[in-house]
């Protein structure tokens, strides 16, 4: 086994120097079972090179790193540091320790360096051969990979000043669309995930140390990446392809690897403090990393306790009003006031007046009220938090132990508690929109107007604020035994985890309480005489008393778990060998078991609450068995015109027990016509399995931002349109609902790519390769095409239910098997580094360009929604620009380190509501700056400022809310924030 080390903030070897000037003092042990040596090939005499055969070394070179060649075979003896230390003598070199496992042989004059050294932890070992990267299980030298593989690495996310991971992926250039952070409040549940390519979050497959997990508890099969210590996190892998047939279901947009650490001797202790420009969005991190190497054994643990204050929409002049008419938006204020608006029989519209003095009448009498104006409409921006209020502990254990000289035991657990409270504004009541409408009676005990009234809106600020409450907890546990003989590696594994949820959210109004308070005097006398108390929907904010609070508040509350569990056994092998090399396989089956719940109850044991309902039931179960092949195949090498040409080839089939059965094959190209230029393609099916959600769900309610076809349109157009409906509403109650007989999604995905690595310049490397994904058979329950199908005719008759006035009360819609996309782009990278003397600069830049995102459902055209955006209220992608990138740039100098990144998300195209005009959604880069410093050995002082120029997210207009997408953009601007870490 070979390791070298590396800096990581960019993916390229560093150089000798770096090594000898970060290397001294770090440890004064050594296991000769892992060695290094990484120097320049003139360094190195020829009898070193002979003497070094006699032991367990590889000699490896940083341009051989970089190209991806692969390292001579050495006889394998015994060897310690002694006989290192003769190797060295003679040849100008000398041995350092780097640590218990890793040795460099460096260039003698660098011993007497006596600069100040970076904490260990800023640094990494990682495998150059027997080394498997995401996306194969065949081993792969340093970046020779037949797809993209981007490598974050635990420096990079400290230097980026992140305190979680999807707040450094949200400004990954390979994710787009709906990802989900405690930064998206109104439609969040405190959850973060990522969403790969724009596609949606369960097309991203999120492992674990190369394992599957259990999705978040509240029915959703994707992970919730707060669950995860970062403290623990040695990488991330993100491999930005079709990988079905190495994986499995779900991995259709790619595959994202979190490798926590398994090794650490010592102690580290961490303080982080952040708070904005504004005095807000105060955050501390507290993180604790600690290790014990003993013998043939380690142990190690991880904790993180994490808090974090809210921000209000309020707060920020960008989302403090919901009218942003003068930012070329439309006014999207509610007209359901604090003061009731009041549709009578005759369509006038009226709401209550005030008296000389101001104030508001009591709303007894008719002649009390006035025509309803715009200016009455009620600005829940004012109510709503934009960022949400959240604390997250994380604990994670790392076991491994030598068993026998060829048997190791691995073992990690872990555990995770989040809580985050998201802040809505207070109920609004739409009497003609509930399901079923609410009719208020003309002998209601409070209705003026002696008639029956069908339309009546007012927001219940009586009963507060709403609020959602999340609640998870988190339980992983993993062992495997990996063996090697002779010719074969085998890893035998077991996994299970679980996750559990609970939803509590307040300021809710019982339904069918309140349909019979508005109702007949007959039906609702008192609570001594029927047990009814009338309600007052018909004086100013304050007129509702705590009586009639008590009689129609409710409290709901969610409770939900995912299982997964499992089995699996990998077996690795040599193949044929052929004139060009050896050839490698690998085989292996895996058996595991899904299972979900989730329940929803209320305190007054109402079936259905204003705005929604309570129907939200998922119980679900499935076993799953899989088998897999990867086969490495050197076709050619050494010849001319051909340095290598490689083939690998996979497949895989799953057995689902209540899906059915599926195979999807692949296969990659590797083809260097010189050494230091790759050409690489990939060809293979992908495929996503019906998640338990989708088979199972029961009901799921929410008022969804839809575009009513009906409301002014022209009728003889639109034959399912019998009247004009009402153009002013945006929002409709949808009811989605699961279908146990569902297919797979399918895939095809294709890479093309070429890969730069000049071996005059090691630190040098630029990849460029093209992505075509052709999805089919989509999973949907897209209401918009529901209802558009319904005004072109008369499809989803029994879908769409109407009012008398031809307004929509309610949409179903059922998860069906509708619709494709065609998504094609590029991915650029480029990484390197420069060292002299003391000095070591690095670079690296990722840019993502989305060429095409075509998608169909139902009778809709195909629409490219490549460079646009669509609210995920409205069901929509969220933002899919053309242009995504980052760039980064560090420099250090012995005991300085000073890191300069800048984000850059491109424009889009929207469309206005209400108006139906297109706008553009202004680009957006922002630039961020940190400083760390090394006073003593042991300590590491850090000072930081993200979106150094205070840059405000670009209006959107066509959002739910906070006039910005809070999914690509971050509302907190200007944010300072400091750390201090101790090592010992």
């Known amino acids: 086994m070979i390791k070298y080390l590396t800096k990581l903030l960019a993916p390229a070897v560093s150089a000798t120097a770096l090594l000898a000037d970060t290397a001294f003092g770090l440890a004064n042990s050594l296991d000769t079972e892992d060695v290094l040596i990484d120097v320049p090939a003139q360094s190195l005499s020829q009898s070193f090179i002979a003497i070094g055969k006699q032991c367990d070394i590889s000699i490896v070179f940083p341009s051989q790193l970089l190209s991806g060649a692969q390292a001579p075979e050495i006889n394998r003896q015994p060897c310690g540091l002694p006989l290192l230390q003769q190797l060295s003598s003679g040849a100008n070199l000398a041995i350092k320790v780097i640590s218990p496992k890793a040795v460099a042989v460096v260039s003698a004059p660098k011993l007497a360096s006596e600069a100040p050294i970076l904490l260990p932890t800023y640094y990494e070992e990682l495998l150059v051969q027997g080394q498997t990267l995401t996306g194969s299980r065949l081993s792969v030298n340093g970046f020779d990979t037949s797809a993209p593989v981007d490598l974050i690495t635990a420096p990079e996310l400290a230097n980026s000043g992140a305190q979680t991971l ?25 959850t973060a995930k990522v969403t790969l390519r724009g596609l949606p979050r369960n097309n991203t497959l999120v492992l674990i140390n190369g394992r599957r997990v259990a999705g978040d508890g509240l029915g959703d099969s994707s992970v919730d990446l707060n669950t995860i210590a970062p403290a623990a996190v040695e990488r991330i892998e993100i491999y930005t392809d079709g990988a079905s047939a190495i994986y499995g279901s779900d991995a259709i947009a790619g595959v994202v690897n979190i490798v926590l650490k398994d090794e650490f001797d010592g102690t580290l202790v961490e303080q982080y403090y952040g708070v904005s420009s504004r005095g807000d969005l105060g955050t501390t991190t507290t993180n604790l990393l600690t290790g014990l190497e003993f013998g043939s054994g380690s142990l190690l643990f991880a904790a993180s306790v994490y808090e974090q204050d809210g921000l209000f929409s309020r707060d920020r002049d960008f989302s403090a009003n919901a009218d942003a008419r003068n930012q070329g938006g ?31 009448y009591p709303g007894t009498s008719s002649d009390q009220y006035r025509p309803f104006t715009d200016d009455d409409k009620y600005n829940y921006n ?96 993993n062992m495997e035994l990996e063996g090697f003989t002779d010719q074969l590696r085998w890893n035998a594994h077991s ?17 069918q309480r309140v349909a019979r308070a508005l109702g007949s005097a007959a039906n609702c006398q008192s609570l001594a005489v029927d047990g009814c108390v009338p309600l007052n929907l018909f004086g100013p904010a304050g007129s509702i008393d705590q009586t009639q609070l008590d009689y129609i508040a409710t409290t709901e509350r969610s409770r939900g778990h995912t299982l997964l569990s499992g089995i699996g056994l990998e077996i690795n092998g040599p193949g044929w060998q052929l004139p ?12 595991r078991v899904e299972e979900t719940q989730l329940s929803t109850s209320t ?24 088998v897999f092949a990867e086969y490495h ?40 016509p010189i050494e230091p230029v790759l050409i690489r393609a990939t060809v293979g099916e992908g495929f996503r399995a019906p998640s338990l959600d989708e088979l199972h769900l029961e009901g799921f309610a929410t008022q969804a931002y839809l575009d009513d076809p009906c409301a002014g349109a022209n009728l003889s157009a639109l034959p399912g349109c019998t009247v004009a409906s009402d153009p002013t509403r945006a929002q409709f109650l949808t009811i989605f609902t699961g279908d146990t007989g569902l297919d797979a999604e399918k895939s095809k995905n294709t890479t093309v790519g070429l890969v730069w690595a000049p071996l005059a310049h090691p630190g040098l490397r630029l990849s460029v390769d093209w992505f075509y994904i052709e999805m089919s058979n989509l999973i949907t329950t897209d209401a918009q095409s529901i209802i558009d199908a319904n005004a072109a005719g008369t499809n989803y008759s029994d879908l769409v239910v109407r009012d008398a006035l031809g307004n929509v009360s309610v949409v179903y819609a059922p998860a069906i098997n509708r619709g494709n996309y065609d998504i094609s782009g590029y991915d650029v990278n480029l990484a390197s580094i420069y060292e002299r003397g003391n000095n070591t600069v690095e670079f690296s830049a990722n840019a993502v360009y989305i060429d095409k995102y075509q998608g169909q459902y139902g009778s809709n055209d195909n629409i490219n929604f490549a460079g646009s955006f669509i609210d ?28 300069y990144n800048v984000n850059y998300l491109g424009t889009m195209q929207e469309q206005v509501p209400v108006s139906g005009a297109t706008r553009t959604i202004n680009s957006w880069t922002t630039h961020n700056l940190q400083l760390n410093y090394q006073p003593v050995k042991r300590v590491r002082l850090t000072l930081g400022v993200d979106n150094l120029f205070d840059k405000a997210p670009p209006f959107v207009a066509s959002t739910l809310t906070d006039n910005f997408d809070a999914f690509a953009y971050n509302p907190k601007q200007q944010y300072w924030y400091g750390k201090v870490g101790y090592w010992f």
């Open 330 to 360: 439309a006014d999207m204020r509610s007209s359901a006031p604090p003061n009731a608006l009041i549709e009578l029989p005759n369509l006038s519209r009226l709401t209550l007046a005030q008296d000389e003095q101001g104030n508001f």
């Open 603 to 626: 305190s007054t044991g109402a079936t259905s609450f204003v705005g929604g309902t309570t129907t939200n039931e998922i119980e679900g179960s499935r076993r799953i068995l899989e």
């Open 580 to 591: 060009a090399g050896s050839s490698e396989w690998a085989i292996g089956s895996e058996w």
């Open 166 to 190: 999807v707040e450094f992926l949200k400004f990954t250039p390979a994710v787009a669309g709906n990802s989900t952070s405690t930064a998206v409040s109104n439609g969040g549940n405190g």
């Open 633 to 672: 195949l050197p076709l050619v090498s050494n010849q001319p015109g051909i340095h290598s040409l490689d083939v690998e080839l996979a497949a895989r089939y799953s057995h689902y027990s209540d899906f059915g059965d599926n195979s999807t094959p692949k296969i990659g190209l590797k083809y260097r």
């Open 382 to 477: 004012q109510e709503t938090s934009s960022t949400s209020p959240s604390e997250r502990s994380n604990l994670y254990l790392s076991y491994h132990q030598d068993l026998t000289e060829d048997i190791t035991l691995y073992a990690n657990a872990g555990f995770a508690q989040t809580e985050a409270t998201i802040t809505l504004a207070p109920l609004p009541l739409f009497t003609a929109r509930e399901n079923p409408p609410i009719t208020v009676a003309a002998d209601n005990l409070y209705n003026p107007f002696d008639t029956e009234l069908r339309s009546v809106s007012r927001r219940l600020m009586e009963l507060g604020n709403r609020q959602q409450i999340d609640r998870t907890r988190t339980y992983r546990f």
């Open 872 to 899: 995920s209220a409205s069901l929509g992608l969220g933002s899919i620009p053309r242009w995504k990138a980052s760039a980064g740039l560090e420099w250090t100098r012995n005991s300085l380190q000073l890191s």
């Open 495 to 511: 996994f299970w985890s679980r996750s559990e949820s609970r939803e509590k959210r307040t300021g809710l109004a019982d339904l």
